[in-house]
């Protein structure tokens, strides 16, 4: 148990000590009692935020915690949501055919991503040549999605329908019973939970810290007799599995997925989201994944035409004043505020 | 008759796509090369001097003045952005790829904004003339030509100029140039305002064969980061040169067989399989190529 402790409690992420674990339970049993407070609209975009915030996690792994950056992990998104659709589409019949889909859609996003990563891991390529291939890749994609308009691009029953998307995605279940409305919000909850805690776990033990060690400088690393390419590799797979699983869930909260969604556009804000949050804590990129979903939401749904620009300049400010992240060192602020105000209150 | 005008149209083609590949990537290389920064909002460069040139033409500009007008509007737009933002990124590579980045969404959510999603676009100069069966545009000979052009007077820039001098002494060793009086900050500015120049000139003279939208850069990252990363950045010139030429021999054969496209998917296939293979592109196996050279006392 001390064990599990330590791995939970670790160094990895911000956040430690009796205060902030209270904090974590209160806001938890907030998110938990929301649903019966508020209307069923609500929950559902509420569900939404959360729904992205895996595929902030995978950003913050690959690119706060590996120090591999790539700007096209909404690829592996569509390529989950799409491979979704096609699966669970054509066993519309079957009670499985969700959960099929489901594995399939992350295998998919893992197998793809699988052999992208070997190319430029194995290759040991510069830097900044991996972002730039991804945003490549996802372009690719977009244009690819964009032209299977028709009848002709269709798998089994299930078309693929160009530049409006695929239709009537089915929802995740099992057998009779479906994930709609507060249980797809209490599914999202969940996974969002086993993401955040399995990643925070992984990041403290063994294998995490040697992917630290080698953002920090790859060729000590590889010296002390790790294999970093392979790390690196598995590490890269790992956070397109989680974009993937964010695709999963997108497509089973709106029923549908059109080619943008792999565009230029959403390719940012994964981006976005872990530069303002700061990328070296999983915690920050939680919370300005889910503040940032809320932002361009609203901003968008009262028609205001500036929120990419506004998106945008977030990103110009915080890489210019606050290098390691706005939630990051707001955090830390706290920090330094809190035991003051501890010591003052025990006197 | 039939197999001369076919090879002339081949040739036609590979020279058009390699003096597209040169035109979308010769700014992004040089700002690589000179200060090893990627910059992302190269496609929205190249877009604001599309548009510059269409606002001009349709104000009643000759297109030939436009195209210079181009480079420098956008090449004062660099100096300042250079100034302002990109100044405080050096030596951080990622961190100046994620702002230039949310620079190059302002920059197209802004024009989409201020401009609307479209504009007239401006027709293309110069006729057609036709050979055998095949026609052959006047205006993409130009382009071919002013490509040429461009590849020697950057050589002459880069050799035979102080400016040259100094920036090839900065990218080496900034320290060492700046203790021996290089005003290396200036030397910065310059390199960036002349690779955004040089991207809103590219901008300028295939905007007569572009849609003129506030998004019409995205169509520029795709071949001119592929055309980047192939060539590397150890030798500006060579890398571009030489990758835009393989890239082109790529592309034309699989685009005249299998549509547009499957030219693009062949491209990302042909980028990650030569950086499998050279992980440092092109240029530095020639440049490696050529230091052998010199050394044995044959160049």
Request: charged share 10%; with cysteine; net charge positive.
């Amino acid at each position: 148990m001390s064990g599990l402790a330590r791995l939970v409690g670790g160094p990895a992420d911000i956040g430690r000590g009796p205060v902030f674990w209270s904090l974590v339970a209160l806001t938890l049993l907030g998110f938990a009692l929301y649903p019966s407070a508020v209307s069923e609209f609500q929950v559902s975009n509420t569900a939404y935020y959360l729904l992205n915030i895996p595929l902030g996690l995978g950003m913050a792994l690959l690119w706060g915690y590996c120090g591999v950056l790539s700007f096209g992990h909404v690829a592996y998104f569509g390529i989950a949501g799409y491979s979704y659709g096609v699966i669970a589409g054509n066993l519309s019949d079957s009670p499985s055919g969700p959960v099929v889909g489901a594995l399939g859609g992350l295998l998919v996003s893992a197998v793809v991503a699988g052999v992208f990563g070997y190319f430029v891991f194995y290759a040991r390529v510069q830097k900044w040549i991996i972002p730039i291939l991804t945003l490549v890749l996802t372009l690719l994609l977009e244009t690819f999605l964009g032209q299977t308009a028709g009848y002709q691009w269709r798998i089994g029953s299930v078309l693929l329908g160009g530049y409006n998307g695929m239709t009537g995605i089915p929802s995740f279940g099992f057998g009779e019973f479906e994930f709609q409305g507060t249980s797809f919000y209490y599914l999202c909850l969940v996974l969002v939970l086993a993401c955040y805690f399995g990643l925070r776990m992984l990041l403290n033990s063994g294998f995490g810290q040697v992917v630290v060690a080698i953002r920090e400088d790859e060729l000590r690393t590889e010296t002390l007799g790790y294999d970093i390419r392979a790390r690196q590799w598995a590490v890269f797979v790992l956070s397109a599995v989680l974009a993937g699983l964010s695709g999963l869930l997108y497509v089973q909260w709106g029923n549908y997925i059109t080619p943008s969604q792999v565009g230029l556009l959403q390719a940012a804000l994964p981006v976005i989201w872990t530069a303002v949050g700061g990328s070296t804590s999983l915690l920050a990129v939680v919370i300005a994944t889910f503040a940032l979903n809320w932002l361009t939401y609203t901003l968008s749904s009262e028609g205001n035409q500036y929120a990419m620009v506004i998106i945008g300049a977030l990103l110009v400010v915080t890489m210019l004043f606050f290098p390691r992240g706005i939630v990051v060192m707001l955090a830390e602020h706290l920090d330094r505020l809190l035991p003051r105000a501890r010591r003052e209150a025990r006197r | 008759m039939e197999t001369q005008s076919l090879v002339l149209s081949l040739l036609y083609q590979l020279g058009t796509s390699a003096a597209f590949f040169f035109l979308a990537a010769v700014g992004l290389i040089i700002i690589l090369g000179m200060m090893n920064i990627i910059n992302l909002a190269h496609g929205e460069l190249m877009m604001m001097g599309a548009y510059t040139a269409t606002i001009a033409t349709h104000a009643g500009v000759p297109f030939a003045l436009t195209v210079p007008l181009a480079f420098l509007v956008v090449a004062a737009f660099g100096a300042v952005l250079e100034r302002l933002i990109v100044r405080r990124f050096y030596g951080r590579q990622l961190g100046a790829l994620v702002v230039t980045w949310g620079i190059s969404l302002v920059m197209g959510q802004g024009t989409l904004l201020f401009f609307g999603p479209f504009m007239p676009s401006i027709k293309i100069p110069g006729g057609s003339f036709s050979y055998g069966d095949f026609s052959f545009s006047e205006y993409w000979l130009v382009l071919i030509a002013i490509s040429v052009a461009l590849i020697a007077l950057l050589w002459w820039l880069y050799n035979r100029t102080t400016y040259g001098l100094q920036a090839r002494a900065a990218m080496q060793d900034a320290t060492m140039a700046k203790s021996l009086g290089v005003r290396t900050g200036r030397v910065y500015t310059l390199t960036f305002s002349l690779g955004a120049g040089l991207a809103g000139l590219s901008g300028a003279l295939i905007a007569p064969t572009a849609t003129i939208a506030p998004f019409m850069g995205q169509q520029f990252v795709a071949p001119a980061f592929i055309t980047v990363v192939v060539g590397g950045a150890a030798n500006v010139i060579a890398g571009a040169v030489g990758s835009a030429t393989l890239l082109a021999a790529v592309k034309t054969p699989v685009g005249m067989a299998f549509g547009a496209f499957y030219g693009t998917v062949a491209l990302l296939f042909a980028a990650l399989v030569i950086i499998r293979i050279m992980p440092d592109g092109i240029s530095a196996r020639l440049q490696r190529w050529f230091d052998r050279r010199s050394r044995s006392g044959l160049l």
